[in-house]
């Protein structure tokens, strides 16, 4: 904590300076506009502009900062947004820049904190797509090969640096294929465990895919799954698919379909602008009834096909047949338009989709917010069963781990 040695020489004691300038190798500090600071890290660097209200905001003493939960305590009740920085030094052998306040409150900032804090929006862009979250990249069918990557189930268990690069490529792709895992029914919640811990949902934590009789799941059926996502009747809905092949079906069925909903979208948004409009405009309820061990449940969610953020980018993509509602609340002339718009989606991902069989051993991962996935019907025989064991993770906790994992080979690279 840097505290302490302010102690003997607190900043009150100095003369109120406004710029600070040293030699070539040195700090320069100013302040501009009368609230911002800039600092130039070393003569010739680009000066870095950091609004004062947000500095003071940020100011990491104890009276401000609460260390070990790395979480600001600031009075906010209280807090001045007209502050004013009054005078500047810098700590050339801490590299820190050191600022009084107009309420007499002083703060020290690392260089390295403020530059990994940059508002230059280049370096603002970085972190988000290093750190916040990797920018997507979409794909058509004919590319799945290109972009499909595979992991070994063992490095992934084992190896930290494999674990990273499996949820990376799922981040950009929306896929990736785990091979070798052993043919036992907890390699999805070992696997799960190893990011994080399993979403669960009305069908529970693990579920088993096969032909059942009876079934409460159209899944749970051999006939041909067509395109969906999954559980579109969730608010949240849940994110990363696993699905572990303990025995494949001989027969000629029982392949997945995998299409990335986004270059579908894609596609549609430069093709048919009206029916991508409509697709992310109108509000579809989907749903799903039925009970599962015992309890009973009557899920829905009203979302449209496409759904976008402010900014006009893709949140998620929602399409299930069978978990599409016969309530449609929707004024009756939007209806006709919709279902119009609706199957060209549908068509163009089928016309996209790429179908591949998996083996015992694989572990199929895809991102059900983004991709459409589905299975081609099969023959279900005792000669010829099929069982695949699936669960689901969460996004929130797999970014958690990626950054974890991302800042721990950074810290040990920079200790090399
Ligand atoms: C599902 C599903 C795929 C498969 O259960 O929702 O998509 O391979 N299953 O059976
Ligand atoms: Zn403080
Ligand atoms: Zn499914």
């Known amino acids: 904590m840097w505290v302490p040695r ?7 004691q100095l003369k109120t300076i406004h710029t600070v300038q040293f030699s070539s190798r040195q700090i320069s500090v100013k302040i501009v506009n009368e609230s911002n600071i800039e600092v130039q890290p070393e003569a010739n660097a680009k000066p870095l502009t950091f609004p004062g209200v947000w500095l003071r905001d940020n100011c990491m003493c104890g009276d401000c900062f609460h260390g070990s939960s ?17 005078s500047l030094r810098t700590d050339e052998q801490s590299k820190e820049v050191l600022v009084k306040w107009s309420d007499a409150h002083e703060s020290r900032f690392p260089l390295s904190w403020l530059q ?4 230059e929006p280049d370096k603002q862009q970085k972190y988000l797509r290093d750190f916040y979250r990797p920018t997507t990249r979409h794909w058509s069918g004919a590319q799945f090969q290109e972009i499909a990557q595979h992991f070994s189930y063992d490095e ?6 494999v674990l990273m690069q499996w949820l990376q490529a799922l981040a950009i792709y929306g896929v990736a294929l785990l091979r070798g895992a ?3 029914e907890g390699v999805v919640r070992r696997l799960a465990d190893r990011v994080g811990f399993i979403r669960r949902t009305t069908y529970g ?29 969730y608010e949240y809905k849940p994110s990363v698919n696993i699905l572990h092949c303990v025995v494949q079906t001989d027969s000629p069925g029982g392949s997945n379909m995998l ?39 009557h899920n829905i969610w009203r979302a449209p096909v496409i ?31 919709w279902y119009e718009s609706y199957a060209r989606f549908v068509r163009l991902a089928i016309a996209d989709s790429h179908a591949f069989k998996t083996r015992p051993g694989d572990v199929l991962t895809f991102n059900n917010i983004r991709l459409l996935h589905g299975r081609t019907g099969y023959d279900d025989s005792e000669q010829s069963p099929r069982y695949i064991v699936g669960a689901y993770l969460d996004w929130d906790i797999i970014y958690s781990r990626l950054r974890v994992l991302k800042k721990r080979s950074t810290a040990t690279a920079s200790c090399q």
């Open 6 to 12: 302010l102690v003997g020489r607190s900043l009150s």
């Open 259 to 297: 299409v990335d909903g986004f270059h579908v979208a894609d596609l549609l948004r430069r093709d048919h602008p009206e029916d991508f409009d409509r697709l992310s405009r109108v509000v579809v309820d989907w749903n799903d009834i039925g009970s599962e061990d015992g309890r009973e449940f």
């Open 182 to 184: 052993p043919l036992d």
């Open 156 to 161: 992934v268990m084992s190896q930290d640096s």
């Open 116 to 119: 990994e804090r940059s508002f």
């Open 70 to 86: 790395k979480s600001r305590k600031l009075d906010w009740d209280n807090f001045d947004t007209r502050i004013r920085p009054l």
């Open 307 to 337: 759904c976008l953020d402010a900014e006009g980018r893709y949140t998620r993509i929602n399409h299930s047949v069978p978990q599409r509602d016969s309530h449609f609340n929707v004024p009756l002339a939007e209806v006709l338009p």
């Open 205 to 233: 934590e693990e579920f088993v895919v096969q032909a059942k009789p009876g079934a409460q799941n159209f899944a749970y059926l051999s006939l041909p799954l067509p395109l969906h996502t999954d559980l579109p009747y």
